[in-house]
Protein backbone atom coordinates (compact mmCIF):
# COMPACT_ATOMS: atom_id res chain seq x y z
CA UNK A 1 0.00 0.00 0.00
CA UNK A 2 2.97 2.07 0.66
CA UNK A 3 4.16 1.64 -2.51
CA UNK A 4 0.84 2.30 -4.34
CA UNK A 5 0.66 5.74 -2.48
CA UNK A 6 3.94 6.77 -2.77
CA UNK A 7 3.59 6.28 -6.61
CA UNK A 8 0.28 8.31 -6.38
CA UNK A 9 1.93 11.30 -4.99
CA UNK A 10 4.68 11.50 -7.41
CA UNK A 11 2.06 11.45 -10.15
CA UNK A 12 0.34 14.16 -8.69
CA UNK A 13 3.65 15.76 -8.67
CA UNK A 14 4.48 15.49 -12.15
CA UNK A 15 0.88 16.69 -13.18
CA UNK A 16 1.49 20.20 -11.47
CA UNK A 17 5.03 20.09 -12.59
CA UNK A 18 3.96 21.48 -16.30
CA UNK A 19 2.00 24.57 -14.69
CA UNK A 20 5.16 25.55 -13.17
CA UNK A 21 6.25 26.40 -16.79
CA UNK A 22 5.70 30.00 -17.29
CA UNK A 23 4.95 31.54 -21.09
CA UNK A 24 8.14 33.35 -21.71
CA UNK A 25 7.56 36.75 -23.46
CA UNK A 26 8.69 37.50 -26.99
CA UNK A 27 10.92 40.48 -27.83
CA UNK A 28 9.65 41.45 -30.63
CA UNK A 29 12.35 43.40 -32.66
CA UNK A 30 10.47 44.43 -35.39
CA UNK A 31 6.53 44.99 -35.05
CA UNK A 32 4.17 43.62 -37.73
CA UNK A 33 3.60 46.36 -40.25
CA UNK A 34 6.22 48.53 -38.20
CA UNK A 35 7.50 51.71 -40.09
CA UNK A 36 11.04 52.71 -38.99
CA UNK A 37 12.04 56.07 -37.57
CA UNK A 38 10.17 56.40 -34.37
CA UNK A 39 8.07 59.48 -34.41
CA UNK A 40 9.63 59.85 -37.58
CA UNK A 41 8.24 56.52 -39.19
CA UNK A 42 4.65 57.27 -38.15
CA UNK A 43 4.81 61.18 -40.39
CA UNK A 44 4.63 58.91 -43.46
CA UNK A 45 1.21 57.56 -43.10
CA UNK A 46 -2.24 59.08 -42.55
CA UNK A 47 -5.01 59.37 -40.37
CA UNK A 48 -8.12 56.77 -40.85
CA UNK A 49 -11.37 56.92 -39.65
CA UNK A 50 -11.86 57.11 -35.79
CA UNK A 51 -8.81 59.00 -35.56
CA UNK A 52 -9.15 62.51 -34.98
CA UNK A 53 -6.97 65.91 -34.55
CA UNK A 54 -6.50 68.44 -31.84
CA UNK A 55 -6.18 71.92 -32.76
CA UNK A 56 -5.50 74.71 -30.48
CA UNK A 57 -4.96 78.63 -31.15
CA UNK A 58 -3.54 80.82 -28.99
CA UNK A 59 -6.89 83.09 -27.48
CA UNK A 60 -9.66 81.23 -29.88
CA UNK A 61 -11.54 78.45 -28.01
CA UNK A 62 -14.26 78.84 -30.65
CA UNK A 63 -11.22 77.33 -32.99
CA UNK A 64 -9.84 74.98 -30.84
CA UNK A 65 -10.86 71.45 -29.77
CA UNK A 66 -10.62 67.51 -30.70
CA UNK A 67 -12.36 66.85 -33.72
CA UNK A 68 -12.54 63.17 -35.30
CA UNK A 69 -12.01 61.80 -38.53
CA UNK A 70 -15.37 60.59 -40.22
CA UNK A 71 -15.79 57.28 -42.00
CA UNK A 72 -14.81 58.44 -45.04
CA UNK A 73 -11.94 60.27 -44.07
CA UNK A 74 -13.09 63.86 -43.46
CA UNK A 75 -12.54 65.82 -40.49
CA UNK A 76 -14.54 69.30 -40.51
CA UNK A 77 -12.46 72.33 -38.42
CA UNK A 78 -14.08 75.23 -37.51
CA UNK A 79 -13.53 78.18 -40.41
CA UNK A 80 -11.76 75.74 -42.94
CA UNK A 81 -14.90 73.06 -43.16
CA UNK A 82 -14.18 69.71 -44.32
CA UNK A 83 -10.54 68.42 -45.13
CA UNK A 84 -9.92 64.79 -46.42
CA UNK A 85 -7.31 63.23 -44.52
CA UNK A 86 -6.43 60.11 -46.09
CA UNK A 87 -5.04 61.12 -49.07
CA UNK A 88 -1.21 62.22 -47.63
CA UNK A 89 1.27 62.14 -44.52
CA UNK A 90 0.27 63.48 -41.31
CA UNK A 91 3.18 65.69 -41.51
CA UNK A 92 2.09 67.22 -44.97
CA UNK A 93 -1.37 67.66 -43.55
CA UNK A 94 -0.38 69.36 -40.09
CA UNK A 95 1.25 71.99 -42.96
CA UNK A 96 -1.61 72.04 -44.77
CA UNK A 97 -3.68 73.00 -42.22
CA UNK A 98 -1.58 75.58 -40.39
CA UNK A 99 -1.25 77.13 -43.86
CA UNK A 100 -4.85 77.41 -44.57
CA UNK A 101 -5.18 78.89 -40.94
CA UNK A 102 -2.74 81.84 -41.34
CA UNK A 103 -5.40 83.00 -44.15
CA UNK A 104 -7.84 84.00 -41.32
CA UNK A 105 -5.95 84.30 -38.59
CA UNK A 106 -2.31 85.67 -36.93
CA UNK A 107 -2.19 83.67 -33.85
CA UNK A 108 0.23 80.42 -33.70
CA UNK A 109 -1.72 77.34 -34.72
CA UNK A 110 -0.97 74.12 -33.00
CA UNK A 111 -1.80 70.65 -34.68
CA UNK A 112 -1.79 67.41 -32.98
CA UNK A 113 -2.99 64.15 -34.66
CA UNK A 114 -4.90 61.64 -32.25
CA UNK A 115 -4.70 57.94 -33.04
CA UNK A 116 -7.50 55.63 -32.07
CA UNK A 117 -6.09 52.59 -30.56
CA UNK A 118 -7.82 49.35 -28.27
CA UNK A 119 -6.58 48.73 -24.88
CA UNK A 120 -8.42 45.28 -23.87
CA UNK A 121 -7.69 42.50 -21.42
CA UNK A 122 -6.67 42.86 -18.04
CA UNK A 123 -6.86 46.27 -17.26
CA UNK A 124 -8.89 48.52 -15.52
CA UNK A 125 -10.71 50.59 -18.12
CA UNK A 126 -10.47 48.90 -20.79
CA UNK A 127 -12.18 50.10 -24.22
CA UNK A 128 -11.13 52.82 -27.20
CA UNK A 129 -8.64 55.36 -26.33
CA UNK A 130 -7.07 58.45 -28.34
CA UNK A 131 -3.62 58.71 -28.10
CA UNK A 132 -0.88 61.22 -29.47
CA UNK A 133 1.38 59.39 -31.90
CA UNK A 134 4.84 59.70 -29.06
CA UNK A 135 2.62 57.57 -26.75
CA UNK A 136 4.21 53.52 -26.50
CA UNK A 137 2.80 50.60 -25.19
CA UNK A 138 3.51 51.36 -21.71
CA UNK A 139 1.76 54.46 -21.95
CA UNK A 140 -1.63 53.04 -23.75
CA UNK A 141 -1.32 50.52 -20.34
CA UNK A 142 -1.00 53.13 -18.00
CA UNK A 143 -3.76 55.26 -20.00
CA UNK A 144 -6.28 52.17 -19.46
CA UNK A 145 -5.43 52.51 -16.11
CA UNK A 146 -2.64 49.73 -15.37
CA UNK A 147 -2.84 45.89 -15.12
CA UNK A 148 -5.52 44.31 -12.94
CA UNK A 149 -4.24 42.10 -10.13
CA UNK A 150 -4.62 39.06 -12.65
CA UNK A 151 -2.89 40.81 -15.63
CA UNK A 152 0.62 40.61 -16.89
CA UNK A 153 2.85 43.57 -16.83
CA UNK A 154 5.85 41.54 -18.22
CA UNK A 155 4.40 41.49 -21.65
CA UNK A 156 1.42 42.16 -24.10
CA UNK A 157 0.20 40.96 -27.10
CA UNK A 158 -0.44 43.35 -30.11
CA UNK A 159 -2.21 43.28 -33.20
CA UNK A 160 -1.45 45.69 -35.60
CA UNK A 161 -2.52 45.35 -39.47
CA UNK A 162 -4.19 42.16 -39.18
CA UNK A 163 -1.14 40.57 -37.25
CA UNK A 164 -0.50 39.24 -33.72
CA UNK A 165 2.99 39.39 -31.56
CA UNK A 166 3.55 39.09 -28.23
CA UNK A 167 5.93 41.28 -26.82
CA UNK A 168 8.05 42.09 -24.36
CA UNK A 169 6.91 45.16 -22.54
CA UNK A 170 11.30 45.30 -20.48
CA UNK A 171 13.27 48.58 -21.47
CA UNK A 172 15.04 48.56 -24.65
CA UNK A 173 12.53 46.29 -26.23
CA UNK A 174 12.33 47.94 -29.71
CA UNK A 175 8.86 47.59 -30.17
CA UNK A 176 7.66 48.43 -26.77
CA UNK A 177 9.09 51.66 -26.80
CA UNK A 178 8.83 52.29 -30.32
CA UNK A 179 5.21 55.06 -31.00
CA UNK A 180 2.03 53.73 -30.95
CA UNK A 181 0.13 53.45 -35.04
CA UNK A 182 -3.20 53.97 -35.71
CA UNK A 183 -5.76 50.91 -35.21
CA UNK A 184 -3.12 49.20 -32.74
CA UNK A 185 -5.28 46.97 -30.13
CA UNK A 186 -3.09 45.79 -27.21
CA UNK A 187 -4.56 42.49 -25.11
CA UNK A 188 -2.86 42.63 -21.59
CA UNK A 189 -3.13 38.48 -20.87
CA UNK A 190 -3.92 37.16 -17.32
CA UNK A 191 -1.49 35.68 -15.64
CA UNK A 192 -0.80 32.10 -15.30
CA UNK A 193 -2.97 30.03 -12.28
CA UNK A 194 0.93 29.60 -10.48
CA UNK A 195 1.59 32.62 -10.12
CA UNK A 196 -1.94 33.94 -9.22
CA UNK A 197 -2.31 30.58 -6.76
CA UNK A 198 1.65 30.41 -5.46
CA UNK A 199 0.49 29.42 -1.75
CA UNK A 200 -1.73 26.52 -3.29
CA UNK A 201 1.16 24.96 -5.13
CA UNK A 202 3.61 25.77 -2.62
CA UNK A 203 1.12 23.68 -0.17
CA UNK A 204 0.65 20.74 -2.63
CA UNK A 205 4.10 20.68 -3.06
CA UNK A 206 4.99 20.51 0.51
CA UNK A 207 2.53 17.98 1.63
CA UNK A 208 3.32 15.86 -0.92
CA UNK A 209 7.33 15.89 -0.58
CA UNK A 210 6.14 15.06 3.43
CA UNK A 211 4.66 12.21 2.86
CA UNK A 212 7.62 10.88 0.42
CA UNK A 213 9.75 11.78 3.23
CA UNK A 214 7.41 9.88 5.43
CA UNK A 215 7.51 6.65 3.56
CA UNK A 216 11.53 6.89 3.28
CA UNK A 217 12.01 6.68 6.68
Known sequence: MGSTLLRRVVLVVAGLAPTLILTRPMT???APGSQSGGATGFAASALRPGDGL???VWREPDL???FTVDESGVVTLPKLGPIRVGDES???LKTRIVSSYATY??????ITPLLRIRVLGEVRTPGLYKVEPVMTLNDAIALAGGATSSGRTDRVNLIRNGRS???ALSPNTVLAESPLQSGDQLLVPERSWVSR???VLYGAISAAATIVWAFRR
Open 64 to 66: SGE
Open 28 to 30: AQS
Open 165 to 167: VDV
Open 54 to 56: RVR
Open 90 to 92: VAA
Open 105 to 110: ITQPVE
Open 197 to 199: NPG
